[in-house]
């Protein structure tokens, strides 16, 4: 999810007389938990603006584990140019990459919630 109600879930207190912010509760009382499992609540910039109508904002909900989705790695991380830095004295090494996008395999396993 965006950073802004990222925000808002971490600084807002349930209610006036809790001592728990929002996230926290969700963190502490959620089906994952329940099973076993713990539940990642993050935030990014890329879902800013990535609705479906290009205004909104979005967020992604997924089962992070290998069965479900993969990505494969392409070409692997290669160093592909090193240069002197006289005004740090260092050397900047720029590494590159290619990877494939997400591999989703089941309908069930991604979740976008727009508008948010």
């Known amino acids: 999810m965006p950073y802004v109600q990222y925000k808002y879930l971490a600084t807002t207190r349930v209610s006036e007389l809790a001592e728990k912010t929002i996230l926290t509760f969700l963190l502490e009382n959620n089906v994952a938990k329940q099973n076993g499992s713990d539940l990642f609540i993050g935030a990014t910039s890329w879902c800013k603006g990535a609705a479906a109508d290009g205004s909104s904002d979005r967020m992604a909900v997924y089962c992070n584990k290998?069965?479900?989705?993969?990505?494969?790695?392409?070409?692997?991380?290669?160093?592909?140019?090193?240069?002197?830095?006289?005004?740090?004295?260092?050397?900047?090494?720029?590494?590159?990459?290619?990877?494939?996008e997400v591999e989703v395999f089941y309908d069930q396993t991604i979740l976008y919630v727009d508008k948010i």
Not at 69 to 93: G, I, K
């Open 66 to 100: 290998e069965r479900y989705l993969a990505m494969d790695e392409l070409v692997p991380l290669t160093r592909a140019m090193t240069s002197p830095n006289t005004q740090q004295f260092c050397y900047d090494t720029a590494y590159a990459g290619n990877v494939s």
